[in-house]
């Protein structure tokens, strides 16, 4: 029995209105893609997607006629944004592919929700419904999607010839919607194996978007793992070692603490890891604060003085998954203490009989007693009970 989406993202008002719009002009209106697959598995729905045969300038037109705003998006490639009450609703032309380079494509219009959707990527994402909530699937897509089953349409290696990020997009969708326990698709691991250099091709900052949200799955690391088996990961990030993620996933499942990308990338490493991914300043900062006290060997009550509790948990964390020891049982409160703590010397309490070089080494001596009587030792008793700008 086909089933069909009652939801309220497909029955609001807005978006059968937009629906309306369409088929009152004669043309066909379908919704696509993630609403449609994430609908069907009780997935949260973040973007609406429509598809029709009509052009875009003759979307545009029709928007205008009923007070909509029409936003040309990527109205070369087909795509206009009607806005209607604030929410907007992507509609694209069905479209064919005449000519890919790996990265982008030339596409012409077609005719049919069959012709468009075999120019898309995995089987669970050319499915479609209408304004009614009756889901068509022209590709067999449903039986993958109820399987949990990433699948390429068509010939695997034709479409990641078509758009080598789809390499990338085939883990992420593993980790997000695929059945673990099944393993990844033969012919799609395949043509990875096969086609893995065309990643080079590609700018680093889609790159980075991709394996961000991959890395945000409640569990990547089987789709890590699978990167790293297939030589995708030497690829996208040189020196990465995916074998202590699946520790640290563990760990933050037991915490029940939510998916941190940055988190687990530190745990992955690798070279010149932020350009690479080109990821922003905060980010590279982040990272960089995370990777600089691994080998430090601080006690998480140090980590939390130094870093704060949230990235001095991090730590901890990656240190457990890194090393294979267990995490304490009141880490959280641990890191707390050294949160509170404040360091009760300052530079002037060494001055002037101290100077440069020598009241930095001092201070350092000082708040290393410090940290290690568990932020016990008072101003005084740092200062030997005299003054120790004369020591």
């Not at 982008?104 to 929700?113: F, K, L, P, T």
């Not at 593993?174 to 080079?200: F, K, N, R, T, V």
Request: aromatic share 6%; charged share 25%.
């Amino acid at each position: 029995m086909t089933p069909r989406i009652t939801s309220a993202w497909l029955t609001g008002a807005a978006p059968q209105a937009v629906c309306a719009m369409l088929a009152e002009a004669g043309h066909q209106a379908w919704f696509v893609g993630g609403c449609v697959r994430n609908a069907l598995i009780g997935a949260p729905i973040t973007d609406i997607d429509i598809t029709t045969d009509a052009a875009p300038e003759r979307v545009t037109a029709l928007a205008k006629a009923a007070g909509f705003k029409p936003v040309p998006t990527g109205f070369d490639h087909g795509t206009v944004t009607v806005v209607v009450h604030g929410a907007p609703f992507e509609i694209t032309t069905f479209r064919r592919d005449v000519e890919t380079d790996g990265r982008r494509a030339v596409v012409a219009y077609a005719g049919s929700i069959e012709e468009d959707a075999h120019r898309r990527d995995f089987t669970m994402n050319a499915l479609y419904a209408d304004a009614g909530g009756a889901v068509a699937d022209p590709l067999g897509g449903l039986p993958d999607l109820v399987a949990r089953r990433v699948r390429f349409i068509d010939d695997a290696g034709d479409r990641i010839r078509e758009d080598y990020l789809r390499i990338l997009r085939f883990f992420r969708f593993h980790a997000w919607y695929g059945d673990p326990g099944a393993g990844l698709d033969a012919e799609a691991m395949a043509a990875i194996s096969a086609l893995s250099a065309g990643l080079e091709t590609l700018s680093r900052e889609r790159v980075g978007a991709e394996v961000k949200k991959l890395l945000a799955a409640p569990d990547p690391a089987p789709s890590v793992a699978a990167m790293a088996a297939t030589g995708v990961l030497g690829h996208v990030l040189p020196g990465a070692d995916a074998r202590a993620l699946p520790i640290l996933v563990h760990h933050e499942h037991a915490l029940g603490l939510a998916p941190d990308a940055m988190r687990r990338l530190a745990c992955l490493g690798g070279d010149n890891y932020i350009e690479r991914l080109r990821l922003s300043k905060a980010e590279g900062r982040h990272l960089d604060r995370l990777r600089a006290h691994l080998g430090a060997g601080e006690s998480p009550a140090e980590l939390g003085y130094r870093l704060g509790a949230t990235e001095g948990r991090d730590v901890a964390l990656l240190m457990a998954a890194l090393t294979e020891q267990p995490l304490p049982s009141d880490l959280d409160a641990v890191l707390a203490v050294g949160a509170a703590a404040e360091f009760p010397l300052k530079p002037r309490d060494l001055m002037p009989g101290l100077q440069g070089k020598a009241l930095g080494e001092r201070l350092a001596a000082l708040e290393a007693r410090w940290i290690a009587s568990g932020f016990r030792l008072t101003r005084d008793e740092l200062l030997g009970g005299g003054d120790a700008a004369h020591d």
